[in-house]
């Protein structure tokens, strides 16, 4: 079926499909800040509870690797090998 369509159509396809999740995302991510900014107004207004983590932190995802380790698995994901075996830790 890509023969059919072509790489490219593919690609922009792809491309497409990822910018549309990420303006989905970005807007999530607009809306309930915004919903916990006037829930903190609110709350200070009147007490209660404060919303004290905000969406964005659910996706962030610490990377404990080191920077040989991170080099070593993006050289084994592309397919790539050194010449010389090279120790980068």
Not at 3 to 24: A, F, H, N, P, T
């Amino acid at each position: 079926m890509v023969d059919l369509m072509g790489k490219g159509y593919v690609v922009e396809y792809c491309i497409s499909l990822l910018r549309k999740k990420q303006e989905k995302r970005r807007f999530q991510i607009y809306l309930t800040d915004e919903l916990r900014v006037l829930n903190n107004n609110i709350c200070h207004a009147f007490g209660g509870a404060k919303i004290t983590q905000r969406y964005a932190d659910y996706f962030k995802k610490e990377d404990t690797r080191t920077a040989g380790q991170i080099v070593k698995d993006t050289m084994r994901k592309a397919g790539l090998t050194f010449a010389k075996d090279i120790e980068h830790e």
